[in-house]
């Protein structure tokens, strides 16, 4: 599974294929990436789709502190902007 380091912090997630537009699945609270697996799958045929764990959930690094939302959507756009090269 790619994993990528953001500011010390171990992000897993998947990117899979290629095609516009492009989808990113995020879960909710008390999940991680295969909650939306079926989903991915399915729009991976035609579309790039990105399905992440955040910080503190699956198999991403679980470090202290508080998880703000804020926090969540720099990981994501991180992720979703390095497009799975690191």
């Not at 697996?37 to 764990?53: N, T």
Request: charged share 20%; hydrophobic share 35%.
């Amino acid at each position: 599974m790619p994993t990528i380091v953001r500011n010390g912090i171990k992000l897993v997630f998947e990117d899979r294929s290629a095609g516009k537009p492009a989808f990113v699945f995020v879960h909710g609270t008390s999940c991680n990436r295969s909650f939306f697996a079926p989903q991915a799958e399915h729009f991976a045929r035609r579309h790039r789709v990105v399905s992440v764990d955040l910080r503190g959930h699956g198999e991403s690094d679980k470090p202290p502190g508080p998880y703000p939302i804020a926090a969540y959507a720099d990981d994501i756009a991180y992720i979703v902007g390095a497009g799975g090269t690191q």
